[in-house]
């Protein structure tokens, strides 16, 4: 079964400061990679997604991620945090499976802006 | 319509009554997910919809929770006999049948039982 690890549950950044968030998942094929961003009070919103070719995958909001199958890892960065970007953050893997087109979530991490 | 819509969006419950959430999905969107989001939790996968197959029911966590959906429309998660552990964010999402486009989600159900 696939699952999804976010090593970090809150992180802190100024500002204008770049930012990394961490995403490691477990699945036996070539997974479908997903980040959401849900905003307080919002639902989930999906920034950007992997499925094949190029490793490096543009998103909304001037988001990317990068995916490195050697790591199992699939990489959420930004050149320069603005404010606004204080939410959560989801990784998710998805396959077809048996039971469906079913994504697994991590449990989230909670980034907060310093001005 | 344009995006999922969930109702209630709030709903304060007393322990031991039934709650009965809604979830519309964006018109031509097969698969329809229901997910708990409980306080400073990740996503906990409920139940999976995919046109008239037989739903995925893997993650409902006990029999007091049911979902119904007919056709390719409206769905309706039941929550029998609500206990305090209940309390969450009930979310609702929809994709179409390949699983590379994503979920759209909606705004969720917040479901307080007191």
């Known amino acids: 079964a696939q699952s999804v690890t976010q090593p970090d549950i809150h992180i802190t950044v100024s500002e204008g400061a770049s930012l990394e968030l961490r995403c490691n998942y477990s699945?036996?094929?070539?997974?479908?990679l997903f980040w959401y961003v849900q905003s307080p009070g919002q639902g989930l919103q999906l920034l950007l997604k992997?499925?094949?070719?190029?490793?490096l995958v543009q998103g909304i909001k001037g988001f990317e991620a990068e995916f490195k199958r050697s790591q199992s890892s699939f990489n959420l960065r930004k050149p320069s945090v603005h404010w606004s970007d204080a939410a959560e953050y989801f990784c998710?893997?998805?396959?077809?499976?048996?039971?469906?087109?079913?994504?697994?979530f991590g449990t989230g991490t909670q980034l907060k802006v310093e001005l | 319509g344009a995006g999922v819509s969930q109702s209630p969006s709030n709903k304060v419950t007393e322990k031991g009554k039934d709650v009965e959430l809604r979830c519309d999905p964006i018109?031509?969107?097969?698969?329809l997910y229901w997910y708990r989001q409980r306080l400073g939790q990740g996503l906990e996968f409920l139940i999976y919809?995919?046109?008239?197959?037989?739903?995925?029911k893997s993650g409902l966590p006990s029999d007091r929770f049911s979902a119904e959906r007919t056709g390719e429309s409206v769905s309706t998660l039941t929550i029998q006999r609500t206990q305090q552990e209940d309390s969450a964010v009930y979310l609702c999402?929809?994709?179409?049948?390949?699983?590379?486009?994503?979920?759209?989600f909606g705004s969720g159900t917040r479901l307080t039982v007191v």
């Open positions: 992997y499925f094949s070719g190029d490793t």
């Open positions: 998710a893997v998805g396959a077809l499976t048996g039971g469906g087109n079913k994504l697994t």
């Open positions: 018109s031509g969107h097969t698969a």
């Open positions: 699945y036996g094929a070539t997974p479908y």
């Open positions: 999402a929809s994709s179409r049948q390949e699983s590379n486009y994503g979920y759209t």
């Open positions: 919809f995919q046109g008239n197959s037989a739903p995925d």
